[in-house]
């Protein structure tokens, strides 16, 4: 799958952003899906991902702040934060393949986007 993100950028702490990935067909209702975040110096790591079967799964760092879903067509996958903090910089990567969120390491990846958010 050609995934293609947008969306991110520099915002003040306490600020939102919304992250968007656009797949090339109606793939998102078929396979797990997910985000991930990179911070400088850390490993890769699952911030959201819904599996294939619409279980929904949050790191606990950011449950009650950011959301994850799709559109009706089942094109494009979201990332809503609010009440961002410092902590959140990092380069955020859209992920799909599998049927749960632990596979999609292995599944095909966007591009990704920087998030930088300010103290």
């Given at each position: 799958?050609?995934?293609?993100?947008?969306?991110?950028?520099?915002?003040?702490?306490?600020?939102?952003?919304?992250?968007?990935?656009?797949?090339?067909?109606?793939?998102?209702?078929?396979?797990?899906?997910?985000?991930?975040?990179?911070?400088?110096?850390?490993?890769?790591?699952?911030?959201?991902?819904?599996?294939?079967?619409?279980?929904?799964?949050?790191?606990?760092?950011?449950k009650g702040r950011f959301t994850i879903s799709v559109n009706n067509a089942k094109?494009?996958?979201?990332?809503?934060?609010?009440?961002?903090?410092?902590?959140?910089?990092?380069?955020?990567?859209?992920?799909?393949?599998?049927?749960?969120?632990?596979?999609?390491?292995?599944?095909?990846?966007?591009?990704?986007?920087?998030?930088?958010?300010?103290?």
């Amino acid at each position: 799958a050609h995934l293609v993100q947008s969306g991110g950028g520099l915002v003040p702490a306490g600020g939102s952003l919304t992250l968007s990935c656009a797949a090339s067909g109606s793939i998102f209702s078929t396979f797990a899906m997910g985000w991930f975040r990179r911070a400088p110096g850390k490993e890769r790591t699952v911030v959201a991902g819904i599996s294939s079967g619409g279980s929904i799964y949050y790191a606990e760092s950011v449950k009650g702040r950011f959301t994850i879903s799709v559109n009706n067509a089942k094109t494009t996958l979201y990332l809503q934060m609010n009440s961002l903090k410092p902590e959140d910089t990092a380069m955020y990567y859209c992920a799909i393949g599998g049927a749960h969120v632990t596979d999609l390491e292995r599944g095909s990846w966007g591009q990704g986007t920087q998030v930088t958010v300010s103290s």
